[in-house]
């Protein structure tokens, strides 16, 4: 049987893609911008409602028990 090379595939590093997510360059990517690249690579609506259930919650504080409220 003889032996086959596979090609050599060129992947994005999570680098690669973070920075592609971060269209404003401000250093932080958010869950609008998230989408925005999912979207673009999977069609739009692809993980609707995980990517609504992370919208929403970017608005909440942190739940954790040692964070206190400011107001």
Known sequence: MPVMAAEAV????VEDNLREMDKD???IVTVSEVRVFI???????YEK???DKM???SSQSCGTSFAQSLF
């Not at 060129?10 to 590093?13: H, I, L, R, T």
């Not at 979207?39 to 609506?45: D, F, V």
């Open 10 to 13: 060129v992947v994005p590093s």
């Open 25 to 27: 360059r401000n250093g």
């Open 39 to 45: 979207e673009t690579r999977h069609g739009k609506g």
């Open 49 to 51: 409602e995980i990517l």
């Open 55 to 57: 919208e929403s919650a």
